[in-house]
């Protein structure tokens, strides 16, 4: 287990996570709450905690080149941004809520200079409302503020905000550590339009959605183009997105690919290969050049860097994958968190992954999904979970493959299509909320 799991777990264990009917500051009704006040009765789970603050820190880009400060947002981030300057030797800033009456009247004690950085500490983040009301004060005298939260709660991440964990990334721990799947009603999101978004593949692929009553892609790797063929035409209309792998169809062609586009229009789905392109981007671009018939969207491996996702998405829809389904991935919690740091504002369709980041201007799609509550793994690394788990957690289009690929019939693809098709909308229907 790694360590973000395991501080949730403990932070569980001592009741810093605490369960109910609270009201919160934001005046949401919420049946979980978290009192990080009483980390100050747990040093040594103080300690843990401001260490990750302190990675969250050092790893940033600004760090190493600017003279940096930290600073709490009053009161909750307070004794971390004290005990980080203590630690790392970092000058500290106090805010207050109000004026003093007294001596020099700041709301800023300590000492600053126009353009230092500022890393502003929140221990939870409901609606970012205190956080930029501190923030803007700081920036209102020269600082650069990079904000910090403990655990990011929001449900609308357009705005991107560094945290140690998520409240997915903790629905997700106690669930598993526990069974209990009540808690899901609390990652319910807004319905995503992706007005932000500029890729114009998205917005077409959103409308398939939305038309069609799907959101399920099915992954068909299979070796043969007829048989990708034969499996589209009964299929096809019952999915918004097929994904295919190139290299692993043994008559791969021009014609393939032509043939593809063509029932794309008379099925009205959108084409994924997924290529996971992951070399240095002039390389990549040549590799992407072989279609002759361009995909809509292609997955991309974020360790390359910005410049390949950039110079990729001038071609086509560029999907990066965050995470993977397999056990033992090396996706690590940095790895993810860098790679949406990266990508949130590049001109890409989204991420693949399983976890989002639940920012509306990007899609979620997430594999490893199997409506067999028996299946958890196919033996050789590949992980299974729920439909109703992973769109609770995020997902907007799920992947499915072998489940619908492995029928010993087509007839039976077209009725398994259609039981995943109606199950994911379904979920979609009853973990996403329209905004009023």
Request: hydrophobic share 35%; charged share 20%; net charge neutral.
């Amino acid at each position: 287990m790694n360590r973000i799991n395991q501080l949730i777990i403990d932070l569980n264990s001592c009741g810093i996570i605490r369960y109910g009917d609270f009201m919160l500051k934001s005046g949401i009704s919420s049946p979980i709450y978290f009192d990080f006040r009483q980390l100050l009765s747990h040093p040594k789970l103080m300690n843990e905690i401001t260490d990750q603050l302190i990675s969250v820190i050092c790893s940033d880009n600004l760090y190493v080149l600017h003279s940096s400060l930290v600073c709490g947002v009053p009161y909750g981030g307070i004794p971390y941004a004290s005990i980080i300057s203590h630690k790392i030797s970092m000058n500290c800033l106090l805010m207050r809520k109000e004026t003093k009456t007294h001596g020099t009247t700041s709301l800023i004690d300590g000492l600053y200079s126009p353009g230092d950085v500022v890393y502003l500490i929140e221990d939870v983040t409901t609606t970012a409302g205190s956080i930029n009301q501190f923030k803007n004060m700081l920036e209102s005298v020269g600082l650069r503020v990079v904000p910090i939260t403990i655990l990011d709660r929001r449900k609308d991440r357009s705005v991107y905000i560094k945290s140690i964990f998520t409240i997915d990334q903790v629905i997700s721990t106690l669930t598993r550590t526990s069974g209990d799947q009540s808690l899901y009603s609390i990652l319910k999101y807004p319905t995503k339009t992706y007005e932000k978004s500029s890729c114009q593949q998205l917005h077409k692929l959103n409308k398939i959605m939305m038309e069609k009553e799907s959101n399920l892609c099915v992954a068909v790797d299979l070796n043969l183009s007829e048989q990708i063929f034969d499996l589209i035409d009964e299929i096809g209309d019952k999915i918004c997105l097929l994904k295919t792998h190139a290299d692993i169809v043994l008559d791969w062609c021009l014609d393939t690919e032509f043939r593809i586009h063509k029932m794309c229009q008379k099925y009205n789905f959108m084409w994924m290969e997924d290529r996971k392109y992951a070399d240095i981007s002039s390389v990549c671009v040549k590799q992407f050049a072989k279609f002759s018939v361009n995909p809509d969207f292609v997955t991309v491996h974020a360790i390359a860097g910005k410049e390949t996702i950039i110079e990729l998405s001038k071609q086509t829809g560029v999907v990066v994958i965050a995470e993977m389904s397999t056990e033992n991935n090396l996706c690590t919690n940095d790895y993810k968190k860098a790679t949406y740091e990266t990508c949130m504002d590049l001109n890409i369709a989204g991420f693949v992954g399983q976890i989002s980041p639940r920012n509306p201007k990007f899609v979620q799609m997430t594999p490893g999904i199997n409506m067999d509550i028996n299946k958890k793994t196919d033996g050789k690394g590949q992980t299974y979970q729920d439909i109703g788990t992973k769109i609770a957690f995020g997902a907007d289009i799920i992947i499915v493959g072998r489940a619908i690929t492995d029928c010993k019939t087509l007839e039976e693809a077209s009725e398994m299509t259609k039981k995943y098709q109606i199950a994911g909308w379904t979920s979609r229907l009853e973990y996403a909320y329209d905004i009023i």
